[in-house]
Nanobody
């Protein structure tokens, strides 16, 4: 089992920045992929960014490319999401996820494939 705890959400004006963090604990050696998903009210959960935790690259949804940066710190088992140039369209609950089974470490892999989830942190841009 892997436990994920997010932090760093909040409210910001359009054009502003926020940094989200996700701390992983438990059997972290069992997963090589962590990422961020988001879900706005009335919409499906969508992938935002993913990272291989042992090298292999990072990937972003088209909607956030050039604005968001995902990074992984293996020393602390933490994955972070730096979000710049935020717009109201980025308003959502953001979830940390890990260990997609049967799918590659990409934000367009179905959310149902990810085995571990955090409780989420709210990001509001207005």
């Amino acid at each position: 089992e892997v436990q994920l705890v997010e932090s760093g959400g909040g409210s910001v004006q359009p054009g502003g920045s926020l940094r989200l963090s996700c701390s992983a604990s438990g059997d972290t050696s069992s997963t090589t992929c962590m990422g961020w998903f988001r879900q706005a009210p009335g919409k499906e959960r969508e992938g935002v960014a993913t990272a291989y935790t042992r090298g292999g690259g990072v990937h972003y949804a088209d909607s956030v490319k050039g604005r968001f940066t995902i990074s992984h710190d293996s020393a602390t088992n933490t994955v972070s999401l730096q979000m710049n140039s935020l717009s109201p369209d980025d308003t959502a609950m953001y979830y940390c996820a890990a260990h997609p089974v049967g799918w590659t470490c990409r934000p367009n892999s179905p959310s149902s494939a990810y085995q571990y989830w955090g409780r989420g942190t709210q990001v509001t841009v207005s």
